[in-house]
């Protein structure tokens, strides 16, 4: 037994780098994303809040798995061809933007509207207040929230397997079909549980954090 | 003058706020506004302080217009310009409104920094000379959780000090402080009035105020009913409204 699961992990752990690959690059890039979503969500000025508003409905409104074989094969058609990873993270970050985007949002709605005000009266620009007083308290409030984002994107990495991704579900379900054994599923699972485990500890970790202030 | 309010009139939604509103505030001076609730006091602190745009009417910041008529049109002053004003006039804001994520210390320099351009150190010194005069030195590294009312109060004026303003505005700064802090907090504003900065001050508190005052205004219904020295005022209670405010 022991023996047939070390035969495993090669393609397992491939797949476990193909996974994490997604998973870090799209955290990195749509959570700056999903700021400048909010923002512009909350613009005064109202087409841009509008077209934020699609926006956000679309990538929350359809299912991800949709939007990953619509920007495969729907760029090629206007003449975009990139590699399949480009392809697949773009689809990614432009969805879980749009999902950080809405948290963000309700995080910058419930700052008390003095905050804005000592800032100005201070004489703090727009942007200095935004980005040292107002987004540093969003996050505090905003981080349970975008735990459980994480928490779903780990598991949601294996739709990359729709482009032909080898990630580690896929390099689970192929060796399951192949030994027509539920052993490399269960090994799987193990490393999912695993990884979700220590995303939620460093979660912890970071809110302990942030609790320096009430 | 370093505060001049000439006919200032504010709606709210078609509600009159602030009718015809005339004073002046002059440095060394300690004004304080006084009134029944509703009255407009905050708006007008507000309106000052460049948070609430006036309707009609100017107010002159030591010399630069923060608002004027020109063509049946109320004008703001200019960012350039506004940004002076908003060093001269300091406001310190009724439940505070300090930075919670910042230190005392981090609150009171990161304008100062940023606004004024001092450098770190500078800023740091400034701010550690308020907290001394302020008794609250060994609170620089608190958070704002962490501080009672008065002392909260306390960081709030010296943030608002941290830039040198020749107008320093609060907003019943002893309301929610109890009895014994209010007289600590009186003896400051007190002090602070010089030749350089004169102060307003709004209090439903008229032991503070017969304190601290040089000069009151009364008002009711967005209008001044009253304007006088503190000794004509509490001399002249023959006025019906003043004496049921008064009581109250
Ligand atoms: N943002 C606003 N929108 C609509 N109405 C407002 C607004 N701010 C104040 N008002 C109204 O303006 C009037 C004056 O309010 P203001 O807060 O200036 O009174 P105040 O004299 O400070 O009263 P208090 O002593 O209770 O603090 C009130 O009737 C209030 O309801
Ligand atoms: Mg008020």
New interface residues.
């Given amino acids: 037994m022991l023996a047939y699961i070390y035969t495993l992990l090669p393609s397992i752990f491939d797949g476990l780098l193909m996974t994490l690959k997604v998973f870090f690059v799209t955290l990195i890039l749509s959570i700056p994303l999903g700021v400048l979503v909010s923002i512009f969500r909350l613009s005064k000025i109202k087409v841009l809040a509008k077209i934020t508003e699609l926006y956000i409905w679309v990538m929350r409104g359809s299912p991800l798995m949709l939007q990953i074989v619509f920007i495969f094969f729907g760029l090629p058609i206007v003449g975009i061809t990139l590699d399949r990873f480009t392809t697949v993270i773009i689809a990614f970050i432009l969805n879980y933007a749009a999902y950080f985007g809405e948290i963000f949002r309700g995080g910058i709605e419930s700052i008390?509207k003095?905050?804005y005000?000592?800032a100005?009266?201070?004489?703090?620009?727009p942007y200095?207040t935004f980005i040292?007083?107002i987004l540093?308290?969003v996050f505090?409030i905003v981080l349970p929230s975008i735990g459980n984002e994480v928490i779903t994107l780990v598991k949601d990495t294996s739709l990359v397997y729709i482009v032909g991704l080898g990630e580690l579900l896929r390099a689970g379900k192929i060796a399951s079909n192949r030994d027509a054994s539920l052993v490399p599923l269960a090994l799987v699972a193990v490393v999912y549980l695993l990884l979700t485990a220590i995303f939620t500890m460093v979660f912890n970790k970071v809110e302990k954090r942030f609790s320096?202030?009430? | 003058m370093i505060l001049k309010v000439n006919n200032l009139n504010k709606s709210f939604g078609g509600k009159r706020v602030l009718k015809d509103i005339s004073f002046g505030l002059k440095t060394g001076e300690i004004l304080a506004i006084i009134g029944p609730s509703g009255a407009g006091k905050t708006t007008l602190l507000r309106c000052i302080n460049g948070l609430e745009k006036a309707d009609k009417g100017t107010i002159v910041i030591d010399n630069i217009y923060l608002c004027k008529d020109q063509n049946n049109k109320n004008i703001p002053a200019k960012s350039k310009e506004m940004k002076k004003i908003r060093q001269k006039v300091g406001m310190v804001f009724q439940n505070y409104n300090l930075f919670p994520h910042m230190t005392v210390m981090e609150n009171l320099i990161e304008a100062p920094i940023n606004v004024l351009g001092l450098s770190k150190e500078e800023a740091l010194n400034r701010a550690y000379d308020l907290l001394k005069n302020l008794g609250m030195e060994d609170k620089k590294d608190a958070y704002p959780f962490q501080l009672s009312g008065g002392q909260k109060q306390r960081v709030a004026i010296a943030r608002a000090l941290c830039l040198n303003p020749k107008i320093l505005s609060l907003d019943e700064p002893t309301s929610a402080l109890d009895p014994e802090l209010r007289e600590g907090i009186a003896s400051i504003i007190k002090k602070l009035a010089d030749k350089d900065m004169g102060i307003l001050i709004i209090s439903h508190d008229m032991e503070i105020v017969k304190r601290v005052a040089t000069r009151i205004i009364f008002m009711a219904e967005g209008r001044i009913i009253k304007e006088a020295t503190k000794e004509d005022f509490f001399n002249s209670f023959e006025d019906g409204r003043l004496k049921s405010f008064m009581v109250s």
Avoid: C, F, T, W
């Avoid at chain 1, 100005?120 to 620009?125: A, H």
């Fill in positions: 008390d003095g905050q005000e000592a100005k009266v201070l004489g703090l620009s200095r040292r007083i540093p308290q505090k320096y202030y009430e």
